[in-house]
């Protein structure tokens, strides 16, 4: 199984309703997606840690509008992203959907590219996924804290989410503002300014 079908399914069992979602995608746009993140390590905890994929296009255009149409969201919530990958030192662009779904308590990223990306993009993902023990174990405690104990809040968790990763990215701890560039996402307006 070469990279660019290894991540095509998940380490860890997922709920039915976000499989029947990714099948969904999949199916309607005949493409596959690909997960990296939690759910391919042993910190994914079932049911509450978000899902994260991506998959690969040869028009961004049409796909958003599929998924626009297929998940009845707007095309405003579709939003651009500038994404540094450190281990091909490359800058990729595309599309990020945050999706929830409060009434199955299932949420997703969904990241979309051109194919051409799609190399260097599932390279960072593996390395995300395969990252040392060190690092596998500081991210359950914190996720034990938020998730199970609830003695942290969303904010915090996340803060220290991704300064554990920075480890991973930079070899050393807390060096503030390092990565904060890796993962722009741009807001874009939902109507036209007026001329002036």
Request: with cysteine.
């Amino acid at each position: 199984m070469n990279m660019n079908d290894k991540n095509n399914k998940t380490k860890n069992e997922i709920p039915v309703y976000a499989k029947n979602f990714f099948n969904k995608i999949e199916n309607y746009l005949n493409t596959k997606i690909y997960y990296f993140g939690s759910v391919q390590r042993s910190d994914y905890f079932f049911g509450v840690s978000d899902i994260d994929t991506c998959l690969f296009t040869k028009n961004e255009s049409a796909t958003i509008l599929k998924l626009q149409n297929l998940l009845n969201k707007p095309k405003h919530a579709f939003k651009k992203v500038v994404n540094y990958l450190p281990t091909s030192k490359k800058i990729v662009y595309g599309h990020v959907l945050f999706y929830k779904d409060k009434e199955h308590k299932f949420s997703t990223d969904i990241c979309i590219y051109d194919e051409k990306y799609k190399e260097y993009v599932l390279k960072d993902n593996q390395f995300k996924i395969d990252i040392p023990f060190y690092i596998s174990f500081l991210l359950l405690i914190v996720k034990t804290l938020h998730y199970q104990l609830h003695l942290l809040s969303k904010p915090m968790y996340n803060y220290l989410k991704k300064r554990i990763m920075d480890i991973l990215d930079d070899g050393f701890f807390m060096n503030i503002g390092t990565n904060s560039w890796k993962f722009l996402v741009f807001e874009m307006p939902q109507v036209k300014l007026d001329k002036a």
